[in-house]
């Protein structure tokens, strides 16, 4: 039965960029702290404190490679541990890629673990001398590599970024959207729509803090994850 609610969530990112021009090569690293792990189609992953850390190095010619983790504040096996690989190319307007997540027992082959082609679009336009409003879209296709009772499935988004920049260490950030998800992980299919506002400080050159709140509101059964992480760990 499909049902309606509310979470919220609460983020600090302190994120590290150096730029070695010889190589066009950039190393960005951040690290975030969220109340609950919650995935961008709505559907809530793991509903306690998780870390979660990312090390991105954009290569020459728009290419890049990621590596994200997250991990929970206990030592339980729940789908708030996990590690994703990514690999992908950038454009203007446009991100393609493709992602490996590794669930659970980390690095062992016999578990569900999921594979995700995904593409981004993304329109940016200044509005006036100090803001940005950014259009947005988003798909990928979830596709769990072993049949343990999760099912693949489809997810679309769309949405609306907007960027002010009232001082040169201050930026306040709003975002929107709506997504639609084809029911992954053994969820129904539905759709689910998020509300962000955030607050960023440029600590230096090299160094930004972010605190965020944000406000999610779906329609699907959300509560189907963590039984399915305990029986696939």
Do not use: C
């Not at 919220?8 to 690293?29: G, N, P, Q, R, Y």
């Not at 096996?77 to 690999?87: A, L, M, P, Q, R």
């Not at 709506?178 to 050159?205: C, I, M, Q, T």
Request: a positive charge.
């Amino acid at each position: 039965m499909a049902n309606y609610g509310f979470l919220f969530l609460f983020s600090a990112t302190l994120t590290a960029a150096t730029t070695a021009d010889t190589h066009e090569v950039k190393l960005s690293i951040s690290t975030n702290t969220f109340s609950d792990y919650i995935l961008k189609h709505g559907i809530v992953a793991h509903d306690e404190p998780v870390v979660q850390s990312s090390i991105n190095v954009s290569l020459p010619h728009g290419f890049y490679a990621e590596l994200w983790g997250s991990s929970g504040f206990n030592h339980e096996k729940n789908f708030g541990k996990e590690v994703d690989y990514t690999v992908g190319w950038t454009g203007k307007h446009v991100k393609v890629g493709v992602s490996y997540y590794d669930l659970n027992e980390l690095f062992n082959g016999s578990q569900n673990n999921i594979i995700t082609p995904f593409f981004d679009v993304q329109w940016k336009r200044r509005i006036g001398e100090h803001q940005t409003l950014a259009p947005f879209f988003h798909s990928d296709y979830i596709h769990v590599t072993r049949d343990s009772g999760s099912n693949s499935g489809k997810y679309v988004l769309a949405g609306v970024r907007h960027e002010w920049r009232p001082t040169a260490r201050l930026t306040i950030s709003e975002k929107g959207w709506l997504s639609w998800n084809r029911g992954p992980f053994g969820h129904d299919s539905g759709f689910a729509g998020r509300y962000e506002v955030g607050l960023g400080v440029n600590l230096n050159r090299n160094t930004t803090l972010f605190l965020s709140f944000s406000r999610y509101r779906f329609r699907q059964a959300q509560s189907r994850t963590e039984t399915r992480s305990s029986s696939s760990a």
